[in-house]
């Protein structure tokens, strides 16, 4: 993400973080059941917290990625509409 914005910096992006975000959140949830029935249990605690903080980190990389692809394929779409515009005009001028 801190390279110059791309489709495919964009997708290689996407491609990293999903498998991330499932395997995170498989770790996160079954974290919080024992947190509940052990709340003395620091080692529970802080690979809860964790798995929480890694969750929330990927997801926004994930959600910055996928609006910026998503931006991209609308700007693209515009110009091309301008474009199309613009030949229209010329060939009726």
Known sequence: MQQHPSAEGFFEVLQGTTPLLRTIRNTYRPCRR????CPEDRPILLARDGAGELDR?????HSDAKNGMEYMIARQGEEQAHRT???VLAGTG
């Open 34 to 37: 024992p947190r509940e029935e």
């Open 57 to 61: 980190a990927i997801e926004l990389l």
């Open 85 to 87: 515009h613009q030949l």
